[in-house]
Nanobody, 113 residues
Framework: QVQLVESGGGLVQPGGSLRLSCAASGFLFSSFYMDWYRQAPGNQRELVAQISSSFNTLYADSVKGRFTISRDNVKNTVYLQMNSLKPEDTAMYYC???????WGQGTQVTVSA
């Protein structure tokens, strides 16, 4: 079945870096747009970054220049490299397949001193 499994979250100090991974299975990964979303407590889920099947990318204004989305179509994995992390980046991060609105279980990122 279609499955998205995130990993790589954790606790990091402000200014630090993390790389999130999302392993996809059960579908032809290379053909699909993939997103990263995040949701902080009390907030709506928001789009962080998207990568198309042809590797075009877009980013939320709040993360431009700090986060990079990428994909490896051999490993069926989408990544989110997060640099210069800020406390306001603290959230649950979710991998998402645009078509059919498929979500992973999420991975927690906490940015705190």
């Amino acid at each position: 079945q279609v499955q998205l499994v995130e990993s790589g979250g954790g606790l990091v100090q402000p200014g630090g870096s993390l790389r999130l991974s999302c392993a996809a299975s059960g579908f032809l990964f290379s053909s699909f747009y993939m997103d990263w979303y995040r949701q902080a407590p009390g907030n709506q889920r928001e789009l962080v970054a998207q990568i198309s099947s042809s590797f075009n990318t877009l980013y939320a204004d709040s993360v431009k220049g700090r986060f990079t989305i990428s994909r490896d179509n051999v490993k069926n994995t989408v990544y989110l490299q997060m640099n210069s992390l800020k406390p306001e980046d603290t959230a649950m991060y979710y991998c998402h397949r645009v078509v059919n609105d498929i979500w992973g279980q999420g991975t927690q990122v906490t940015v705190s001193a």
